[in-house]
């Protein structure tokens, strides 16, 4: 069974602060989502990096698959309050119906 | 587009009840269909996945069931649910074959069920 850590599970910083979440398997994993999930709702799909070494920008976030697809980070730059939420990363394998999510980082960015 | 509708968006039930939540896609055929438990803020158990009609494979053995009676409806029941039950169900779908590549998970809002 693959496995995705992410780490922090927790972080809970100022208003324009910059910050980075890990996500890391020893498993090569042929796409990587990342998603955002706020309180009560469901995770929404923030980007799919599928090459080893892309990197993705939107708006202040930061996406980045490591070169052996094994591991990715995300990175945002002055961070404000909606930024708040759980930011869950999963794994695709070809072949597979099924992804393999890690189990979060909660964020919380304070006013 | 396509559009995951998910009901009800909150539930307290007994223990011993019957549960049924049912979600429904629209917008595309035969998706990949998944119901989902989280517990408070963190990340997600899968409980059932289908990839067409009738064909549904369950992952963690426990007093759930799920059935997908029509292509794009996915309905998880239980016939008397237990204080461990409670938490945040979620329903998603993936377009249909393999979950690799651009074929990410669309989520449904969600059901809180409490069981008292």
């Known amino acids: 069974t693959q496995l995705l850590e992410q780490s922090p599970q927790f972080l809970s910083i100022q208003e324009g602060e910059n910050l980075t979440v890990y996500c890391n398997s020893s498993?090569?994993?042929?796409?990587l989502q990342w998603y955002r999930q706020e309180p009560g709702e469901g995770p929404v799909l923030l980007v799919t990096?599928?090459?080893?070494?892309e990197v993705k920008k939107l708006k202040r976030l930061t996406f980045q698959f490591g070169d052996a697809r094994k591991d990715s980070s995300l990175h945002i730059t002055a961070a404000q309050p909606g930024d708040t939420g759980l930011y869950l990363c999963?794994?695709?394998?070809?072949?597979?119906?099924?992804?393999?999510f890690g189990r979060g980082t909660s964020l919380i960015v304070h006013p | 587009s396509q559009t995951i509708h998910q009901w009800p968006a909150t539930l307290v039930q007994p223990v011993g009840s019957p549960l049924s939540l049912e979600c429904t896609v629209e917008g595309t055929s035969n998706p990949n269909l998944y119901w989902y438990r989280q517990a408070a803020g963190r990340g997600l158990q899968l409980l059932f996945y289908?990839?067409?009609?009738?064909?549904i494979s369950s992952e963690v053995p426990q007093n759930l069931s799920a059935s997908r009676p029509q292509d794009r409806q996915f309905i998880l029941s239980s016939k008397k649910l237990l204080l461990s039950d409670s938490g945040f169900y979620l329903c998603a779908w993936s377009v249909p074959g393999t979950v690799s590549y651009n074929s990410p998970l669309h989520f449904g809002n969600g059901t809180r069920l409490t069981v008292t």
């Open positions: 498993s090569v994993f042929s796409s």
């Open positions: 289908s990839v067409g009609i009738g064909q």
């Open positions: 999963a794994g695709g394998e070809g072949g597979s119906y099924i992804p393999t």
């Open positions: 990096v599928v090459t080893g070494g």
